[in-house]
């Protein structure tokens, strides 16, 4: 693996174990049943050597962090019937911002194939960012 790739595994790890963390504030349960299984997951796939691979856990990763900051929401038991529902300031967007993101994403994708396809066809990193501009 090289190290731009390492360093980004590394970097969505940390960032999904602050998110567990963030997104289940005062739960020390549910933060170790979360952080307990993206280690596991981490770890599971720590061997692998293919960079397509790699980077498909990458995106993997990213939609995890992604859906568990704009989906999951805590609730916290007040009384026997009632439950307050805590919402956190990047919970709030409007469809404008999701659909921008969303497109954002996809380009991003897109580009990362498009570069992968180049590679493979052996275009020097030069030729590779001249198709890009096109």
């Known amino acids: 693996m090289s ?59 990213k939609d995890t962090d992604s859906f568990l900051r704009r989906e999951v929401l805590q609730t916290i038991q007040t009384d026997e019937n009632t439950y307050r529902l805590v919402i956190k300031p990047y919970m709030l967007f409007d469809n404008t911002r999701l659909i921008r993101t969303c497109e954002d994403d996809e380009k991003e994708h897109q580009h990362e194939e498009e570069e992968e396809k180049a590679r493979q066809e052996g275009l020097s990193p030069c030729e590779i960012a001249a198709q890009t501009l096109k």
Request: hydrophobic share 35%.
């Open 3 to 61: 190290i731009s790739l390492r360093s980004q595994v590394l970097t969505h790890y940390k960032k999904l174990i602050r998110t567990a963390q963030a997104v289940f504030q005062n739960d020390p349960a549910r933060i170790y049943s979360m952080t307990q299984g993206i280690r596991e997951n981490f770890t599971h796939y720590k061997n692998e050597k293919d960079e397509k691979t790699i980077k498909e856990l990458i995106r993997a990763a």
